[in-house]
Nanobody, 125 residues
Framework: QLQASGGGLVQAGNSLRLACAVSGLTFRSSTMGWFRQAPGKEREFVAASRMSGSGTFYADSVKGRFTISRDNAKNTLYLQMNSLKPEDTAVYYC????????????????????WGQGTLVTVSS
């Protein structure tokens, strides 16, 4: 089970940190990702963290502003979002795969078997 939290309403330029608590799954050896879906748009990749120590990946639109990290002791995935923009407004979803997909597959929602319920981030201008 994945439980996302931390969303809210912020002004542009500010920061938020999302968290995704994982239970009942093998967190340490799993690859995890964040996706987002804005109103009227398709779900898109934001960031991914391969099983511990094997790399992080970002969408170009968030590179340099967002940081994905994981706390294996707490079975929790984080997304630190800085310098937020109105175009970052979306429902953010965390996702997990217990497989070990190739890098190119990490960017696609089909690589992940488990999904959280989503948390809404609204950035006002």
């Amino acid at each position: 089970q994945l439980q996302a939290s931390g969303g809210g309403l912020v002004q542009a330029g500010n920061s938020l940190r999302l968290a995704c608590a994982v239970s009942g799954l093998t967190f340490r050896s799993s690859t995890m990702g964040w996706f987002r879906q804005a109103p009227g748009k398709e779900r898109e990749f934001v960031a991914a963290s391969r099983m511990s120590g094997s790399g992080t990946f970002y969408a170009d639109s968030v590179k340099g502003r967002f940081t994905i990290s994981r706390d294996n002791a707490k079975n929790t995935l984080y997304l630190q979002m800085n310098s937020l923009k109105p175009e970052d407004t979306a429902v953010y979803y965390c996702a997990l795969t217990e497989k070990n997909p190739i890098v190119s597959w990490l960017y696609t929602s089909g690589a992940y078997e488990y999904w959280g319920q989503g948390t809404l981030v609204t950035v006002s201008s």
